[in-house]
């Protein structure tokens, strides 16, 4: 019988790439005829003339094999259109058609979250989605193969693309590539194809080959360093080992389950557990020191006649040999002898080379626009050799995929790299994800290729129509990339900095029609300035022109640096192009300084802003302030302010003539004590409308600031105690009146 084996990726339903030719390479028997035609027709349903040689049988080529039966044909580049391509194949006897073959994009996506979340785990977007688009979508999701498996299949596996039809598979693609490949669709009008390779958990480095990593030893050496580089001697003995260990452990098994299980000699009734009778990986084993009662729960479903107190022997010695199974089990006596410490219990595709070795090998020959890259929270360890990574990572991808011939610059393959989420933020060392960001935005201009990155750090919540929004920024930063000039092609990015007397004007790139603030927002937030000191101090900012921005503060004369957004968790960061693309987290130099802690609640222009209970908690909408002594009614006032967007205005209720509240401290991703030592004092603009006596105490701070009876805003200050007092978890604002309610309007506290 004839054989005929092509790649997985030449299926019915396929998207290929524009302008490029296309390499369709496969395996027949030797010494054979192959022919191929390609057959085009239009899917408008017009008629179409047998003159017109645009449609009908427009290529026919033929090869002949010799003695390994490989193959191979090039296809023209053929434009973007809606019709329906057929490719047929014949090989002696054999014979195979793939149908309904498009001519559009194609978008290679790989990397881990937010990417990774497949479609029924998103939410669909307010905006019904529009037909005409939808059917212009399709996506390849390559089969797991076992590692440095052949490339090619028999033709009758070839598995077609998922479409819009087939909804059951559908629900497994990647929320955020469908997303970009159905807004693409919307604005180009034409075919658009995902090859999605998304998976949760797994590193760059699984999708770096063999050859690339061992070609560049520093690169090599930083793997070793890292506990990550492993020989392919060594893996193979790992493979075995774990092979013979499985092996040891169903002998294991099979010996427990032939023991039987007696009563006494008197009794009649035998119980012979069988495997699923016996919880192998039950933490608590029965022993003669305890009160010789026989629990079910922990014997599962072994049954015995007699459930008297006292067991009998046969019994006894037949849960004996089960205890002696599971502690060998559990104690590890049945296991590798020699072994890489790091490969034990990590799927093979998160290991170094697993991801190419398992997906690559079948991904040969396809040409792509562009790639869509997610990097994973482990690449963070990797933070200062990133760039050498993606630098050997791209290197792999230029020997799998096309196009081999490029006949345009616009036809260059393109990179988004997504960058890390606060939401992968380490407890331990903070600041390392914003510092390996930092690396995405150096390879931004230090490789020679068009790429862009986006930032989520404004999409905290986890909302269910965040990957669909993810999505459609991914999908504007394409057309950015290769088709719209008057598009962003990455992230907004600070590119200037001028000090102008004790302001700091600042320019950005990818501002397109200009920049912005977020929904519902008035005041630029989220900037910070330093003066010689090096000493960081929340900043006021200005919108100048929709283009750039200008930052300040007072009590700094000579500024030195400025940043935005650069903390942990950037909760107030609001900076936006027109397209909605925020602009990336940044810090004017890296020279040793003092960041100021997250002081959210100083500009009182909030009651809620999204943050972290605890690690193991989502991010959610939390109080700023929370009331400590009597009962407060806090309200914002955009009227009655000093600076900002408004005012807290608290309605009170004394106890015993006190009422006290202050900022919650308490949540993870605030990341107190606060450590305020570079600061003297605090100021705090209050309005006393009551016109009654009133004072205000803060721990930590001397003496009581008195409140006038007066309807005008006072700046009321106080001096520290002690430098150790200004180190604080939590920060309390303690007024005394006489009277039993009253009203206070509170607003810019201060730390000078």
Not at 291 to 314: F, H, K, M, Y
Request: glycine share 4%; net charge negative; with cysteine.
């Amino acid at each position: 019988m004839t054989m005929l084996r092509l790649p997985h990726w030449l299926a019915t339903g396929m998207v290929f790439q524009q302008g490029t030719p296309l390499r369709i390479s496969g395996q027949t028997d030797p010494y054979s005829l192959v022919t191929l035609e390609v057959v085009k027709d239009p899917t408008d349903g017009r008629h179409v003339s047998k003159l017109d040689t645009d449609y009908g049988v427009i290529l026919s080529l033929e090869t002949r094999t010799k003695d390994s039966g490989d193959f191979t044909f090039e296809l023209p580049s053929y434009r973007a259109s809606s019709d329906a391509y057929t490719i047929i194949i014949h090989a002696s006897v054999a014979s195979v058609t793939i149908k309904d073959l498009r001519c559009g994009d194609v978008w290679l996506t790989m990397g881990s979250d937010p990417l990774c979340a497949p479609i029924s785990k998103t939410g669909s977007p307010r905006t019904p989605l529009k037909d005409a688009p939808m059917k212009l979508v399709r996506f390849f999701q390559p089969p797991v193969f076992a590692r440095n498996q052949n490339c090619l299949c028999d033709h009758h596996q070839l598995k077609s693309w998922i479409h819009v039809r087939d909804p059951q598979r559908l629900a497994g693609v990647s929320g955020a590539a469908f997303s970009m490949a159905y807004h693409l669709a919307d604005q180009l009008h034409y075919p658009i194809g995902v090859i999605d390779l998304t998976a949760k958990d797994v590193p760059t480095y699984a999708w770096l080959s063999r050859d690339s990593v061992e070609s560049s030893e520093g690169f090599m050496e930083v793997l070793k360093s890292s506990n990550l580089y492993y020989s392919q001697e060594e893996f193979r003995l790992f493979q075995d080992q774990r092979l013979n260990a499985d092996a040891n452990k169903d002998e294991i098994k099979e010996s427990i389950c032939t023991k039987s299980v007696k009563t006494d000699s008197d009794a009649d009734v035998h119980s012979e557990p069988t495997l699923e009778d016996v919880d192998l990986n039950h933490e608590k084993v029965l022993s003669d020191q305890e009160d010789n009662s026989i629990r079910t729960d922990e014997l599962n479903s072994i049954t015995v006649s007699d459930q008297s107190a006292n067991p009998p022997q046969n019994l006894s010695s037949g849960l004996k040999v089960l205890s002696e199974a599971m502690d060998t089990l559990k104690t590890g006596e049945v296991k590798i002898s020699k072994y890489p410490d790091f490969l034990d219990k990590v799927p093979d595709s998160q290991l170094l080379f697993g991801s190419y070795e398992l997906f690559m090998c079948m991904l040969r020959d396809v040409n792509i626009r562009g790639i869509v890259l997610a990097p994973d929270a482990k690449d963070i360890a990797l933070k200062g050799n990133y760039s050498n990574l993606l630098t050997l990572l791209l290197k792999d991808l230029s020997t799998v995929f096309g196009p081999r011939k490029i006949m345009d610059k616009q036809m260059v393959p393109s990179l988004i790299m997504v960058a890390v989420s606060p939401d992968k933020i380490d407890p331990d060392h903070p600041m390392s994800y914003l510092e390996f960001n930092e690396e995405l935005s150096v390879i931004r201009r230090k490789i020679p290729m068009p790429i862009g990155i986006l930032s989520n750090h404004d999409m905290l919540l986890p909302e269910k129509s965040a990957n669909f929004r993810v999505g459609k920024r991914l999908a504007s930063i394409a057309l950015g990339l290769h088709f719209t000039p008057k598009m962003p092609t990455s992230c907004p990015e600070c590119t200037g900095v001028e000090i102008v007397a004790n302001k700091i004007m600042l320019t950005f790139d990818n501002t397109m029609d200009g920049l912005k603030l977020g929904e519902n927002e008035s005041v630029l937030r989220s900037f910070s300035i330093c003066g010689e000191d090096r000493v960081y101090m929340p900043a006021q900012a200005k919108l100048l022109h929709g283009i750039r921005a200008m930052v300040w503060n007072e009590a700094i004369k000579e500024p030195y640096g400025v940043m935005y957004a650069y903390m942990p968790v950037p909760h107030l960061a609001n900076f936006k192009n027109r397209s909605g693309l925020p602009v990336l987290p940044f810090r004017f130099d890296r020279e040793p300084c003092t960041y100021h802690p997250d002081l959210s609640f100083v500009s009182c222009d909030r009651l809620e802003f999204i943050g972290k209970k605890s690690w193991d908690t989502p991010f959610e909408m939390l109080p700023v302030f929370h009331t400590l002594k009597g009962k407060c009614l806090l309200t914002l006032d955009s009227l009655n302010k000093t600076e900002g967007a408004s005012s807290v205005k608290i309605n009170y209720e004394t106890e015993n003539s006190l009422v006290a509240f202050g900022p919650v401290l308490s949540y993870v991703s605030l990341f107190a004590p606060y450590d305020l030592r570079a600061y003297r004092r605090i100021k705090i603009d209050v309005f006393n409308p009551d016109q009654s006596e009133k004072s205000l105490r803060i721990d930590g701070f001397l003496g009581n600031a008195p409140i006038e009876k007066s309807l005008k805003w006072q700046t009321l200050s106080l001096e520290r105690q002690s430098e150790d007092s200004m180190v604080f978890s939590e920060l309390t604002f303690e007024f005394f009146d006489l009277q039993k309610s009253g009203i206070l309007f509170v607003d810019n506290i201060r730390f000078e």
